[in-house]
């Protein structure tokens, strides 16, 4: 069993940036892809970014693409997302998630095997 558990998430200005953090449990997290994903109240969980286990690869959703920024320290068993010219739109819990075995389906939330509580994010106008 994986835990994972997010923090950072806060209220923030428009504009502003905020780095959230994932703190996982096991040997093998240098293994796991780690991906981001946010969900709206009434809306879909939306894939936000994704790292490979050794971090060479990295993948955005469009909305976020050069906004934001993730990360990974293999040694401190943490992911990171560094957000940056934060937008009201981009309001929303975010979640970290643990894929075992690196699918190429990775904006498919049903390809992660663990999640983490979640930590909300929001963006004043």
């Known amino acids: 069993q994986v835990q994972l558990v997010e923090s950072g998430g806060r209220l923030v200005q428009a504009g502003g940036s905020l780095r959230l953090s994932c703190a996982a449990s096991g040997r093998t997290f240098g293994d796991y892809a780690m991906g981001w994903f946010r969900q709206a109240p009434g809306k879909e969980r939306e894939f936000v970014s994704v790292i490979s286990g050794s971090g060479r690869a990295t993948y955005y959703a469009d909305s976020v693409k050069g906004r934001f920024t993730i990360s990974r320290d293999n040694a401190k068993n943490t992911v990171y997302l560094q957000m940056n010219s934060l937008k009201p739109e981009d309001t929303a819990v975010y979640y970290c998630?643990?894929?075992?075995?690196?699918?190429?389906?990775?904006?498919?939330?049903?390809?992660?095997?663990?999640w983490g509580q979640g930590t909300q994010v929001t963006v004043s106008s």
């Open positions: 998630a643990a894929d075992r075995y690196g699918s190429t389906r990775y904006i498919d939330p049903d390809n992660y095997d663990y």
